[in-house]
Structures are given as C-alpha cells and as structure tokens.
C-alpha cells in the first residue's frame, strides 16, 4: 500500500509561469516532509522540506504548502525555468516507532518546463 | 569534494550470479542506506546503517545483503541475482539517521542493473 502517492506522473508548464506538484500521504505517524529533484543519470538531490507543525515553507523559487487535514503538500515553482525540467520526489519522515526517521518516498513525477 | 560514490555505473548479471555494488562516501557521514528505484514504485529503502557495525533492514530486503566494516564504505551484495531485482540502485548518506533540512540524505549517482 502506498502511503506517500504522487498521482500526476507528469507535468508540462511554459516557462515563467507556476509549477505546483502534488503530495498525498495516508500516515498520521509522517512528522516531516522533503522535495528532492532528480536530473536523468543522477542521483536525488533535497530541494525543500516541512516540518508538519508548520504549513508553508519557502526557499526563493521554491515553496512547499502543508495541509495537514488534508494530508495533502504541495511544491510551487515560481517562476519556472527550463533548467527545473527534473523528476520530483516527495519523501515523508516517520515520528516514531521502529520506523523512526524512515523515509517515504512517492513515485515522483516529471516536470517540464517548455521556454 | 566526492560527496557519495557508486560503482559500477551499469552492470548486466545473469540470472544465478552475484555481485556487489560498492558505495564510497568522504563526508563522515554515519548514516547509510541503500534503495532501489522502479518505475512507479518510487524509491524504497532496502537495507540502512546507523555507524559502523551496525545494519538493519529496510523495507524490501530479501535477496540483499550489507555490512559496515568503516564509515566510508557501505557495500550491496546480490547474493543469487534475479531478474525481479533488475532495477537502478542508489546508496544515500546522512549526518544523522534522522533527515531533516540541515542533514538530509545525499545520494548517488546510482547502479543500473540489469538480471537477465
């Protein structure tokens, strides 16, 4: 059973506008939430994170939204540049429990970003 | 600065054979871990280190085994290879066993395997 799910395989944005990538997750035991990005022959590198007693973090471009009613979290790219195009994993961090400080990662989803 | 080092970059096994899949990291780090990547599947944790001599397994772990002889070095053994293991593999490290935004992991560049 997924517990972090990334619906959107893919997105295709212009360049200059919003790019928003979506995050569902299904544990209530998920404290902390991070965005990696990944070009093609390469590794994941981390791009932003959330902690879930907050709802939005915002890194220049680069701002993760946090419902946790919803257990929903949304990356927004603003503006989007060609140099985004990458695949996007959202990763959720277990509280507690023998899982402690296990990553959950979802399927990713590929941005691009046409000029 | 060489941050975390795989090899082999791509690897083609035949169904039975074994191999290791080496991981080198130079930033001290004593948390290591190794994943797997399917399409569809997301990235999932196959076996983890906390320090030196000490592993523990992940959520797909059948099949793998690891040892942590020194804190640079995490190596992946395929004990019998076989074709459900084809797949691109990365090793990750981390400050702390707890990732968060001042210690998150940092990965590979990844092993593309293949098992025929």
């Known amino acids: 059973d997924q517990q972090v799910k990334q619906n959107s395989p893919s997105l295709s944005v212009q360049e200059g506008r919003i790019s928003i990538l979506n995050c569902d997750y299904t544990?209530?035991?998920?404290?902390?939430f991070l965005w990696y990005k990944k070009y093609p022959a390469e590794g994941p590198t981390f791009l932003i994170s959330i902690s879930s007693i907050k709802d939005k973090n915002e890194d220049g471009r680069f701002t993760v939204f946090l419902n946790k009613s919803a257990k929903h979290l949304s990356l927004h790219i603003v503006p989007s540049q060609p140099g985004d195009s990458a695949v996007y994993f959202c990763?959720?961090?277990?509280?507690?429990?023998?899982?402690?400080?296990?990553?959950?990662f979802g399927q990713g989803t590929i941005l691009t970003v046409h000029p | 600065n060489a941050g975390v080092t795989q090899t082999p970059k791509f690897q083609v096994l035949k169904t039975g054979q074994s191999m290791t899949l080496q991981c080198a990291q130079d930033m001290n780090h004593e948390y290591m871990s190794w994943y797997r990547q399917d399409p569809g599947m997301g990235l999932r944790l196959i076996h983890y280190?906390?320090?030196?001599?000490?592993?523990d397994q992940g959520e797909v772990p059948n099949g793998y085994n690891v040892s942590r002889s020194t804190t640079e070095d995490f190596p992946l053994r395929l004990l019998s290879a076989a074709p459900s293991q084809t797949s691109v593999y990365f090793c990750?490290?981390?400050?702390?066993?707890?990732?968060?935004?001042?210690?998150?992991?940092?990965f590979g560049n990844g092993t593309r395997l293949t098992v025929t």
């Open positions: 280190s906390v320090g030196a001599g000490i592993t």
């Open positions: 990750a490290s981390s400050y702390t066993a707890v990732p968060r935004a001042n210690s998150p992991l940092h």
């Open positions: 544990n209530s035991m998920f404290d902390y």
């Open positions: 990763a959720a961090r277990t509280a507690g429990g023998t899982s402690y400080g296990k990553l959950t």
